[in-house]
């Protein structure tokens, strides 16, 4: 487990991981820093399977598919799918604040 | 239902107020003129986190295009700071600013109570807080003058863990808060995102793992009743209201995997619903000044966002191309995150021309010819966050 403490720890272990391990990333997450849950806030696991620009974003596969499990859309809509996430606490969301938010604000490495 | 939190607009004026381009007090702030009472769709955003200072009072163009319709123009930037934390779910309707938030930092960073903002007085009030030990205000919408929100009773630490919910409503005008449906007993792990417009309350009750649909309700704001509009609704739970009609998703067909959603429309006081949208499946509506927005595909980046007038015989027409989604409509405009997470504002034509918000926002909100954004500032996160409001100009 390792807690990263600012944005360039977590894009360095991303990279890490990803690019030389070739392995996924288990985070953490409070899914509200994450434009693609659209503001619901929850406790929650994703798995980060790569990066891009550099590392300034990274690649999440969102395993949670309300529709399968509810048979219905939640008002915060269906986060299931790829998503490209910025890690920077410079924009709207942010991977890094989803994780140091998170409960144990720690991935999986 | 009493007022449960005290007034805070007196300490605002000793408040420090940020200004950028124009004014720089609550009496600035104040100075707006309320537009046309409009609906007004939730935002999507959660707590609040650091970003830039506010930048220029204008609005950045984007690439340029023969055709098109020109970017909307950004007035002066009116900004102050406000001793709230965790902001969330900003929204907007007429000279009214909704969001939930906490007084001071909460270590669970989850907002507890309902904040509204007088933009013609400059006046901040705590207007309700959870009515649940560890309950927090899950989502927030405001239309004609009204807020709506829902109050969860827990933080779900998973998906299909069943929580309490209660969905509430505020006069904006007078204060007065009434609470509109509480959930069954045994509670569910899909809470309403309730809309309000019209004089009307609409929300969604879910009814269970084993029924895998919800019943949709309507509450009158004036006479307190309430009835029953649709049963067994299978399809997503977003909804809008504008022009008299309740805009909502529906799937025409149920199968374990992706349903092929329609965007429909729905007089609110009777008659034949209509589809709206065309091929794709389709979600996150948003609606206002009679035209309705939605995104395309359900899931994955980029989204498609497509917007139809609702006149009869209209026809969806693409209104951006590749973006995050988190469309919000209002007059004439729209906002909407960029395939960079940046906030851009356009006009709500075909393939119309975009510019840029001056800075990053947490979570942004539109009304009428306003937009409005939250933002923290770098340090003092924990104590403040950072208001700005502007008018919107289209051509």
Known sequence: ?109 | MARLGGRLGAGLAALALAGSAGCSSAASIAGHHPPASTGSTPTRAGPPRSTEPAGPGTATPSSPGAGRAAAPVLGAVRSRTEAVTDVAWLTMTGRWVGFAANARHHPERLPRSIYDLDLATGRLSRLWTTEYPHGFVQWASAGDGWLVWTDQSVLQHAMTQPVQWAVWAADLATDRVVRVAVSRPAGSPVTPGPVVGDGRVVWDDYLGLRVRAADVWVYNLRTGARRLLMHRIAGGGQKAIVAHQLVYALSPSAYLRKPEDWVMARPLDGGLARKVSRDSAAIDLSAADGAVGWQEPITGDPKRLMADSLRPGSTPYRLVGPSLGHLELADGFATYLDRQDRYRLVAVEPDARSSLLPESARSVAVSGHRVAWFSIPQQGWRTHSSFSVATVTTR
């Not at chain 1, 894009?11 to 899914?31: A, H, P, R």
């Not at chain 1, 929850?42 to 590392?55: C, E, L, P, S």
């Not at chain 1, 048979?71 to 910025?86: C, I, N, R, S």
């Open chain 1, 1 to 109: 487990m390792y807690e990263p403490t600012d944005a360039a720890e977590l894009t360095s272990k991303v990279m890490s991981d990803t690019y030389m391990f070739n392995q996924g990333v288990i985070q953490n997450v409070d899914t509200s820093w994450l434009g693609f849950w659209n503001g619901h806030q929850t406790d929650h696991f994703d798995v980060v399977h790569g990066y891009t620009n550099y590392g300034s974003d990274v690649k999440i596969a969102e395993e949670w598919d309300s529709y399968f499990t509810f048979g219905y859309y939640p008002a915060y809509g269906d986060p299931y799918g790829k998503h490209t996430q910025q890690v920077t606490i410079s924009g709207h969301t942010g991977e890094f604040e989803a994780v140091h938010n998170s409960p144990t604000e720690r991935m999986v490495v």
